[in-house]
T-cell receptor, first 114, second 112 residues
Framework: NAGVTQTPKFQVLKTGQSMTLQCAQDMNHNSMYWYRQDPGMGLRLIYY???????DKGEVPNGYNVSRLNKREFSLRLESAAPSQTSVYFC?????????????FGPGTRLTVT | QKEVEQDPGPLSVPEGAIVSLNCTYS??????FMWYRQYSRKGPELLMY????GNKEDGRFTAQVDKSSKYISLFIRDSQPSDSATYLCAMSDIPYGNKLVFGAGTILRVKS
């Protein structure tokens, strides 16, 4: 049982390049989330997927797109990376209706945009 | 003004000290309160959760909520070097929430 896995662990992009961050969970959770974490800002929700086939914007969605590929996988795409998107990105999942608000987090992807 | 305020620290204490970590919030609709612990270069893990006002104890950890003051606390007794981490408070207005609001996190260092 691997929990929540994310790839890649590290990435350096040049401004204007695109990339997709991958996330998968093996806990049969229905909801999945993408956060970014910046110093002094805490975790901010980018997008979430309450269930397979649905996605919704969070607090900071501009510059990102997401795809809920199936129940297990939720990807985050940066179409044209900007230096302001330098951050640590975390994917999380939970079972809505399970233990109250316990979201399980992946190990994170450290992204630098130069 | 941020919806949840948390002093980022760092907070440095000697081993065995009692640690107090705090958050204030502005949204009176919040009813579900959590503390996550995040070790360096890892994802956050849920440490404690409480509903509404009151105290909850789990081993060396006590979570306290004062809704009248919009203030939550996490106390760590007999702190250990292994408690060194970032502690994030989080809160929600519904129990099975898709939207948690996080504080900025407090960096704690316990010196041996």
């Amino acid at each position: 049982n691997a929990g929540v896995t994310q790839t890649p662990k590290f990435q350096v992009l040049k401004t204007g390049q695109s990339m997709t961050l991958q996330c998968a969970q093996d806990m049969n959770h229905n909801s999945m989330y993408w956060y970014r974490q910046d110093p002094g800002m805490g975790l901010r929700l980018i997008y979430y997927s309450a269930s397979e086939g649905t996605t919704d914007k969070g607090e900071v969605p501009n510059g990102y797109n997401v795809s809920r590929l199936n129940k297990r996988e939720f990807s985050l795409r940066l179409e044209s990376a900007a230096p302001s998107q330098t951050s640590v990105y975390f994917c999380a999942s939970n079972l809505v209706g399970g233990r109250i608000n316990e979201q399980y987090f992946g190990p994170g992807t450290r992204l630098t945009v130069t | 003004q941020k919806e949840v305020e948390q002093d980022p620290g760092p907070l440095s204490v000697p081993e065995g000290a009692i640690v107090s970590l705090n958050c204030t919030y502005s949204n009176s609709a919040f009813q579900y309160f959590m503390w996550y612990r995040q070790y360096s270069r890892k994802g956050p893990e849920l440490l404690m959760y409480t509903y509404s006002s009151g105290n909850k104890e789990d081993g060396r950890f006590t979570a306290q909520v004062d809704k009248s003051s919009k203030y939550i606390s996490l106390f760590i007794r007999d702190s250990q070097p292994s408690d060194s981490a970032t502690y994030l408070c989080a809160m929600s207005d519904i129990p099975y929430g898709n939207k948690l609001v996080f504080g900025a996190g407090t960096i704690l260092r316990v010196k041996s």
